[in-house]
């Protein structure tokens, strides 16, 4: 990969490119519905959008559900730049973010097949495996440092 950079910014600016990430990967690649993938909460969340060059390539989104809790959601990775370190840059900048706006612990539901990702970034598993838009989830969490 050439060129790759993340860049932090709201729905209104990342929207086309995100939504594009995040079409190819939930609803064509896992079957997941429209309706469910873009489920209104958008707007309320910080946006980050991984580029090579110019095109999207990843995506995720952090919503604060508590003022020191993060929820990391939607990341999203076309699948010929998985295993190019996009998931990683885009954590790390998640993580960067968060620490910004005060955040002590991040948590997501990360697919099951992924775990092993997110547990090389310090994640913990907290939880049973659990059926989220028709896909095995667990709970995960990780405890930020200032």
Known sequence: MSNLEVDVGTWDAFQDAATAVRKAVF??????SEDEELDGNDSEALQFLARDDEY????????FPEPTVGKVERVAVREPYRGDGVG???????ED???DDGAMELKLHAQTHVEPFYEQLGYETVSDEFEEAGIP???MRKRLNG
């Not at 609803?27 to 997941?32: A, S």
Request: aromatic letters at 0%; a positive charge.
């Open 137 to 139: 989830h667990v709970k």
């Open 97 to 99: 973010a968060a620490r």
């Open 88 to 94: 990683a840059a885009l954590m790390r900048a998640v």
């Open 56 to 63: 999207p390539v990843g995506t995720a989104r952090l919503r």
């Open 27 to 32: 609803v064509e690649e896992q079957g997941v």
